[in-house]
């Protein structure tokens, strides 16, 4: 019976964690097919999204938001996702 009740605690352990790892990874997808548009306009590859980094989505929001032409925030975020 202990071992029933190990099993069932590590199980309900696990999910919280797996349900987090889950959101992260909408949250993650969510950003990027929001940058979809903005590299679209801008003539940026979306091949560049392939690999891209949480780090480097944040970066890339940050130019993004920023008041500098298109121009120079093309060149900014092809910097930052550049291998």
């Given at each position: 019976?202990?071992?029933?009740?190990?099993?069932a605690?590590?199980a309900?352990?696990?999910?919280p964690?797996a349900?987090?790892?889950?959101?992260?990874?909408?949250?993650?997808?969510?950003?990027?097919?929001a940058?979809?548009?903005?590299?679209?306009?801008m003539?940026?590859s979306?091949?560049?999204?392939?690999?891209?980094?949480?780090?480097e989505l944040?970066a890339v929001?940050?130019?993004?938001?920023?008041?500098?032409?298109?121009?120079?925030?093309?060149?900014q975020i092809?910097?930052?996702?550049?291998?």
């Amino acid at each position: 019976m202990n071992r029933i009740a190990t099993l069932a605690t590590v199980a309900m352990l696990a999910l919280p964690g797996a349900a987090s790892a889950q959101s992260m990874g909408q949250g993650f997808d969510m950003l990027t097919s929001a940058l979809v548009n903005d590299f679209t306009r801008m003539g940026i590859s979306l091949g560049l999204l392939d690999d891209v980094t949480l780090g480097e989505l944040a970066a890339v929001r940050n130019v993004l938001n920023s008041s500098e032409s298109d121009n120079q925030k093309k060149g900014q975020i092809e910097a930052i996702l550049a291998d």
